[in-house]
Nanobody, 125 residues
Framework: QVQLVESGGGLVQAGGSLRLSCAAS????????MSWFRQAAGKEREFVAA?????????YAESSLKGRFTIARDKTNNTMYLQMHGLKPEDTAVYYC?????????????????WGQGTQVTVSS
């Protein structure tokens, strides 16, 4: 089992920044890929960014996110981060971290076995 706990969400004005953290515990040695997803009210959960736990390779959902969001991980502290700059009201959502034991279809939520409880990010205009 892998346990994931997110933190760092909150209310921020448009153009502001936040850094989300995801602390992993348990059998973290079995994790291959970790990702951030988000779910806005009334919408489906969507992929934001992924990182391979060992090598640190990254991918992002779309170019606009890649320019504003940065995913990273600290293997020493078993923590994954999502640094967000230039936040927009449309970034408002509950942000979830997720972990999978493989690397295929990492952009699909159904591929993930382990999920955190989510942290709310609200961006005011």
């Amino acid at each position: 089992q892998v346990q994931l706990v997110e933190s760092g969400g909150g209310l921020v004005q448009a153009g502001g920044s936040l850094r989300l953290s995801c602390a992993a515990s348990g059998r973290t040695g079995s994790v291959y890929t970790m990702s951030w997803f988000r779910q806005a009210a009334g919408k489906e959960r969507e992929f934001v960014a992924a990182i391979t736990w060992s090598g640190g390779s990254t991918d992002y959902a779309e170019s606009s996110l890649k320019g504003r969001f940065t995913i990273a991980r600290d293997k020493t502290n078993n923590t994954m981060y999502l640094q967000m700059h230039g936040l927009k009201p449309e970034d408002t959502a509950v942000y979830y971290c997720a972990a999978m034991l493989g690397g295929s279809k990492y952009y699909t939520s159904a591929s993930y076995v382990y999920w955190g409880q989510g942290t709310q990010v609200t961006v005011s205009s």
